[in-house]
């Protein structure tokens, strides 16, 4: 077998180049199935379907006026904090931001307000007003859908609290629990207490305001 082989390998060798030899001479125009046509149909058939579903459920919540940031104080202002007894403090509010200040309760019957005052700095002139509403957590809605937990105060005013059982008409809170006061700065039609309208947009101006809290214990 292996004398054949020998004895028949000039022959195909002389086969196949007398086959390569009329195929040169001959172009048919076969393209090969892997080659490139340059046609520039090439059809990318990357399957990445990010369609950014990243649904960004941070605590600037779109009700408390879209994009806000957050500005977490330390004064706590409920009847169970240490600034709920007629203590003062400076704040800057600025556009675009929620201040933020605790507001714990204790388990005695008492009911209070927290106060905002301008100071002698002037006020912004772009219309924008000071919105405050209680939330059960930081930036977020108020306890409830009426004004007793949401006020427009502009640049003076109170939201009045109560777990006395004295005013139904203030925002009535529990004993020994734990909520949340904020303060946004934005220009919005007056009956939107909490920057969350359609309507509502931040100005260009900060304001400069004092801010108390009084807690009273029922007689």
Same mark, same amino acid.
């Given at each position: 077998?292996?004398?054949?082989?020998?004895?028949?390998?000039?022959?195909?060798?002389?086969?196949?180049?007398?086959?390569?030899?009329?195929?040169?001479?001959?172009?048919?125009?076969?393209?090969?199935?892997?080659?490139?046509?340059?046609?520039?149909?090439?059809?990318?058939?990357?399957?990445?379907?990010?369609?950014?579903?990243?649904?960004?459920?941070?605590?600037?919540?779109?009700? @408390?006026?879209?994009? @806000?940031?957050?500005?977490?104080?330390?004064?706590?202002?409920?009847?169970?904090?240490?600034?709920?007894?007629?203590?003062?403090?400076?704040?800057?509010?600025?556009?675009?931001?929620?201040?933020?200040?605790?507001?714990?309760?204790?388990?005695?019957?008492?009911?209070?307000?927290?106060?905002?005052?301008?100071?002698?700095?002037?006020?912004?002139?772009?219309?924008?007003?000071?919105?405050?509403?209680?939330?059960?957590?930081?930036?977020?809605?108020?306890?409830?859908?009426?004004?007793?937990?949401?006020?427009?105060?502009?640049?003076?005013?109170?939201?009045?609290?109560?777990?006395?059982?004295?005013?139904?008409?203030?925002?009535?809170?529990?004993?020994?629990?734990?909520?949340?006061?904020?303060?946004?700065?934005?220009?919005?039609?007056?009956?939107?207490?909490?920057?969350?309208?359609?309507?509502?947009?931040?100005?260009?101006?900060? @304001?400069?305001?004092?801010?108390?809290?009084?807690?009273?214990?029922?007689?």
């Amino acid at each position: 077998m292996l004398r054949l082989v020998h004895s028949v390998l000039p022959l195909c060798l002389l086969l196949a180049c007398s086959k390569e030899s009329s195929d040169s001479k001959k172009d048919t125009g076969e393209v090969p199935a892997d080659a490139d046509t340059g046609t520039g149909t090439e059809t990318d058939t990357d399957t990445d379907t990010d369609a950014d579903t990243d649904t960004d459920t941070d605590t600037d919540t779109d009700w @408390a006026g879209g994009d @806000a940031e957050l500005n977490i104080e330390l004064s706590d202002y409920g009847s169970g904090g240490d600034s709920a007894t007629g203590n003062t403090v400076r704040i800057t509010l600025f556009p675009g931001i929620v201040t933020v200040f605790p507001f714990t309760t204790n388990a005695e019957p008492r009911h209070g307000s927290v106060v905002v005052v301008p100071t002698s700095s002037g006020l912004p002139v772009d219309g924008s007003q000071v919105r405050m509403w209680m939330s059960n957590q930081p930036g977020g809605p108020p306890l409830v859908a009426d004004s007793t937990c949401s006020q427009n105060v502009g640049f003076e005013g109170a939201l009045t609290w109560d777990h006395a059982g004295v005013y139904d008409w203030a925002c009535q809170v529990d004993r020994s629990s734990s909520y949340f006061v904020n303060l946004r700065l934005c220009i919005a039609p007056r009956l939107d207490r909490t920057c969350s309208s359609p309507e509502a947009r931040d100005g260009d101006e900060a @304001a400069d305001l004092y801010i108390s809290g009084y807690s009273n214990l029922r007689e």
